[in-house]
């Protein structure tokens, strides 16, 4: 069982930044792949970033150039730098956390407001 804690998330005006984190339970957290998803009113939830246990990343197209995806294993961490923060990407952030054999795990999700 892995517990996924996400902070970070508030209010900041166009073009400033963010950075969120997601703390995980438990062991293995190496073993598991991590990902950032964001949801609005009304709409599916989708990727965002998402890196392996190898560190292989993966961004959205509207991530790419102005988010950055990192983890540190030794803390059980993840986190999601946010650049030149836009309207568009006012959302619930969730953290993910996949492995084939333990399963698929969520946080419990941190509000970003990008708005003047």
């Known amino acids: 069982q892995v517990q996924l804690v996400e902070s970070g998330g508030g209010l900041v005006q166009p073009g400033g930044s963010l950075t969120l984190s997601c703390v995980a339970s438990?062991?293995?957290?190496?073993?598991?792949?991590m990902g950032w998803y964001r949801q609005t009113p009304g709409k599916q939830r989708e990727l965002v970033a998402s890196?392996?246990?190898?560190?292989?990343?993966n961004y959205a197209d509207s991530a790419k150039g102005r988010f950055t995806i990192s983890r540190d294993n030794a803390k059980n961490t993840v986190y999601l730098q946010m650049n030149s923060l836009k309207p568009e990407d006012t959302a619930v952030y969730y953290c993910?956390?996949?492995?084939?054999?333990?399963?698929?795990?969520w946080g419990q999700g941190t509000q970003v407001t990008v708005s003047s």
């Open positions: 890196m392996g246990s190898v560190a292989a990343r």
């Open positions: 438990g062991s293995m957290f190496s073993a598991y792949a």
């Open positions: 993910n956390a996949k492995n084939d054999v333990w399963g698929e795990y």
